[in-house]
């Protein structure tokens, strides 16, 4: 029997571009990318090291960012990311008749039963409560602080998660 191969979805505000921190935005531009001709200075903060760890896992880094397949052509080159899946994410922003997070339905919709991490830095509790409730397979929805982001320690505990699907 063939396992298929985690998921590891992946946002950009506050996640791999963290915000709030000193020097740094006070938030994301609404969660949407500007034109990538517009000089983005903080751009500068995304850690390049991230994308060969992350890629190290064993997953399949799928987008899970309001950036949707802008994502490929600004955040990509500057992490070491070749250029990924999208996820099918409805509207940004759009409000859930339940209060869960805009992704949340979707990300359990595209995992379809295969294991998947969620890295994000907007994950709730009714978030972890309808994953836990509808997603038959496991899951790690692993939530960082906005103003650090995604660290090498996070992709340490991601891959510490991912050994353990193994045995």
């Known amino acids: 029997m063939t396992v298929a191969r985690p998921l590891l979805f992946l946002d950009v505000d506050g996640t791999l571009l963290p915000f709030g921190g000193p020097g740094m935005l006070p938030q994301p531009r609404d969660g949407k990318p500007e034109d990538p001709d517009t000089p983005r200075p903080e751009l500068d903060f995304i850690d390049p090291a991230l994308g060969p760890l992350l890629l ?27 250029e990924l899946s999208v996820a099918d994410l409805p509207p940004y922003g759009e409000h859930d008749p339940n209060s869960l997070g805009w992704k949340t339905r979707a990300l359990v919709q595209v995992a379809a039963g295969r294991p998947f991490v969620w890295v994000d830095d907007v994950i709730t509790e ?4 309808f994953v836990e409730l509808e997603h038959p397979g496991p899951a790690l929805l ?3 602080e906005p103003s650090v982001g995604l660290t090498a320690d996070g992709v340490a505990e991601i891959a510490t998660w991912l050994l353990g699907l193994e045995s």
């Open 56 to 82: 190290g896992l064993g997953c399949d880094v799928v987008w899970a960012t309001a950036w949707m397949g802008d994502a490929n052509e600004v955040i990509a080159p500057r992490v070491g990311l070749p």
């Open 126 to 129: 009714m978030d972890r409560r």
């Open 142 to 144: 692993f939530q960082v």
